[in-house]
C-alpha cells in the first residue's frame, strides 16, 4: 500500500528525513510505484537478448527490474553498460545504480557487491 507507506513516512520528524533508513524507504517507494506490469518486463528482456549491445534497451529493462523490487537484476544490467561504457548517457547508468544502492541500503549485498564493481570499474 504505497500510499499507507508514504504517509507513514510523512510521520518522521523532519530531523530525521535525511536519515539513510528513512531515504532507502522512500526511494524503494518512489521507484515500486513505477513498476511493470510481468508482460512488459518479459519484452524488456526479450529487446535486450535480440540485441544485447543496445544499451537504451538493457538500461530500460534495468529500470523495470529497480521498480519491480529486483535490484540485483537491475544492478547486473547496469554494471553491463557501464564496463562497456563508463560515461554512457552522461552518467545516467551509474546515476541509477547508485540510487538502486541507496534503495536497497548499504548493508544489502546487491550494494556491497556492486559498489565493489563499480569500484574496479572505475579505477581499472
Do not use: C
Not at 71 to 88: F, M, P, R, T, V
Amino acid at each position: 500500500d504505497t500510499a499507507r507507506a508514504l504517509a507513514t513516512l510523512d510521520m518522521v520528524p523532519e530531523a530525521k528525513r535525511n536519515e539513510a533508513a528513512v531515504k532507502s524507504v522512500r526511494l524503494a517507494i518512489e521507484m515500486a510505484a513505477e513498476a511493470p506490469e510481468p508482460t512488459e518486463l518479459d519484452a524488456a528482456l526479450s529487446a535486450v537478448s535480440a540485441d544485447p549491445g543496445n544499451h537504451d534497451k538493457r538500461f530500460e529493462l534495468a529500470e523495470q527490474y529497480a521498480a519491480a523490487g529486483r535490484y540485483q537484476d537491475a544492478a547486473d544490467h547496469l554494471l553491463i553498460i557501464l564496463s562497456a561504457k563508463l560515461g554512457w548517457a552522461e552518467g545516467k547508468a551509474k546515476d541509477k545504480l547508485l540510487k538502486i544502492f541507496e534503495a536497497a541500503g548499504p548493508t544489502d549485498p546487491v550494494t556491497i557487491e556492486g559498489r565493489r564493481r563499480l569500484a574496479s570499474l572505475m579505477f581499472a
